[in-house]
């Protein structure tokens, strides 16, 4: 694996709800949290291992490269698929469209790890539009837009995208590792065509960066214990670098507000579409 330089992105810690909002949200700017997480019970707990034992062969749902749900396993059977990636053989051809996420989407299911995480402290209590909260949520007790744990193989890869509805997404890197491709919003004019970006083939095990046209991207590692933020229209792809547990969701701040109305109406007639997170 290649060894990566000094992050391109800012890292923080301590960084209070103000200064999140003053200097990232509203600016529309990514920055990874290095100690977000510090007090989560996850972080000690959750494993592949942890899993196997609370879930054994109950159902979880998995996919693939993209948000659709290809179908359901074991959990055991994706514990196998899981260590085969992390110890087995590479494919003839190299490629990893084998390779599948187990995702985990709603709150119920979470219920037995409820109390194993919370909102990264630098997250504001309060003043969200989406979901609609002035006075306060918990993110472990109200479904966010786009939310899930997911689970992935050494070698899997979320392909690139821009999250829905206009929101800002947070990924909450608990376990193993992953490798981040962003590019600003106003790098959409030199990505090519939607079809061959998402068309490519990525090396299991050599992790070598993608192409995007005459798109600027910018790479950087996800660390264990590590929070990042994605603003929003950001494009992003992520490789799985080691066999990863993520607990990622969506939210629109009330700063924000004025633009996510005017691209709500203006979407609702040329891009119903764009009004799902996933």
Known sequence: ??????????????????????EYVVPNKPVIVSDALDTWKARELWTPEYFQSLLGE?????????????????????????????????????SIQHLRYMRMRELEPMEPVREHWARPYFMPER????????????????????????????????????????????VCQVYGSKRCYVLAPDQESQLPDRDSRRARQVKHLEFEPPSFGRAKMVEFDLLPGE????????FHEVHTTRTSISLTYNFVHGSEALGFAWWFLKSSFTNPNSHSVG
């Not at 391109?8 to 810690?13: G, L, N, Q």
């Not at 472990?140 to 070698?155: A, K």
Request: proline share 14%.
């Open 127 to 170: 003043g969200y539009c989406i979901p609609f909260a002035p006075l306060g949520m918990d993110p472990t007790r109200e479904r966010y837009p786009g939310f899930g744990l997911f689970i992935s193989p050494r070698g899997g890869a979320s392909k690139l995208h821009v999250d829905g509805i206009r929101s800002n997404a947070i």
């Open 58 to 94: 109950l159902p979880v749902e998995v996919t693939r490269d993209g948000p659709d749900p290809e179908g359901r396993m074991p959990y055991s059977e994706f514990y196998a698929h899981l260590k085969a990636a992390e110890t087995g053989p590479v494919p003839q051809d190299g």
């Open 227 to 234: 929070t990042l933020f994605v603003p929003h229209l950001w």
């Open 1 to 22: 694996m290649r060894a990566m330089p000094n992050r391109p992105i800012d890292v923080r810690e301590k960084l209070s709800p103000r200064e999140f909002v003053q």
